[in-house]
Every structure is written in C-alpha cells, then in structure tokens.
C-alpha cells in the first residue's frame, strides 16, 4: 500500500492506511494541500516511548496534544474521547505512526486497540465532513521521518 496521495485532505472511509512503500517524496504537496484546508498532522515514531509503554495511547496522545495524556488506568477509552473533542475543533487530522512494523510485531494488541478507538471515533469527523487518517508507516524511511517530525515542529 501507498501514501494517500490526494487524499488527506477529503473526508472520506477508506481512512486507515498502512504504507508499505517509501514513495514519500510525492506527498508533501498533499500536506501543504491538506494544511491549507485546515488539516492537522501529527507524527510519532513508536521507537519513541512505544515499547516501554503501559498502553501506546499516552505517547501517541502526547504527540498528537491531547488534552489528558498521558492516561491512567483506561487510556483507549480517555485517547477516545481526546479524539472526539479534536473533531469539534480541528478541520481535520491525519495521525502518522512511523515505524509501525515493530509495533505489529511487538505489540499487535496495542495496534488493534488504537485501530478499534480510532474507527470508534471517525464518525465524528465523517459527519461534518472533515477528513481524519490514520496512517501506520510499515518501512523505515527517512524522508517520512523528516517530512513529518518538521511538520510536527511547524504545528507544535
């Protein structure tokens, strides 16, 4: 699978993307595209605190400035309703989680977790129109990783 290219910046179902190419280098139009619509990206790398987790939801949730991470006891449930809240607020979100093979690998039940809260929430979004991506970057590559953490540094 590749980059949503043309997409991220429309509201649409098919919203959870797993890229298994390192074609990187044809999206950052798109971001400029999708940030000119109001779309908000946020990036993280889950070499960066996802292992040594209770739960990848705060971290993930710190990267994205969700306003309780990080969580307590219930952290997909507390990530779930950050989210909501973020639909109120934003004209759009796409959530990026680099190196996403060593999360499949170590820790699939998180991914499952954070899939279900992710699609548990999506309507939210989907019914006003706005667009929310979720993407899981399966192969390391270092233009994602710089496109990104910039994009991180140009919102944060």
């Not at 509201?11 to 990187?24: E, G, K, L, Q, Y």
């Not at 987790?53 to 950050?82: K, Q, T």
């Not at 796409?94 to 929430?121: I, P």
Request: aromatic share 14%.
């Amino acid at each position: 699978m590749s980059w949503p290219i043309g997409y991220l910046d429309k509201p649409m179902t098919r919203c959870v993307h797993f890229i298994r190419t390192s074609a990187s280098g044809l999206i950052e139009g798109d971001i400029e595209a999708a940030r000119g619509a109001g779309v908000r990206f946020a990036y993280w790398n889950y070499l960066d605190g996802g292992r040594d987790a209770r739960s990848i939801a705060s971290p993930l949730g710190s990267a994205l400035g969700l306003e309780h991470a990080p969580y307590g006891p219930l952290p997909w449930v507390e990530f779930l309703d950050d989210l909501i809240t973020f639909a109120y607020r934003y004209d759009g979100l796409a959530m990026v989680v680099d190196r996403a093979n060593f999360l499949v690998s170590e820790r699939s039940d998180e991914l499952f977790e954070c899939v279900e809260a992710f699609l548990h929430q999506f309507h939210h979004w989907y019914d006003q129109k706005k667009p929310c991506h979720l993407c899981f970057q399966m192969l390391e590559d270092p233009h994602v990783t710089s496109l990104f953490a910039r994009e991180a540094r140009r919102m944060g």
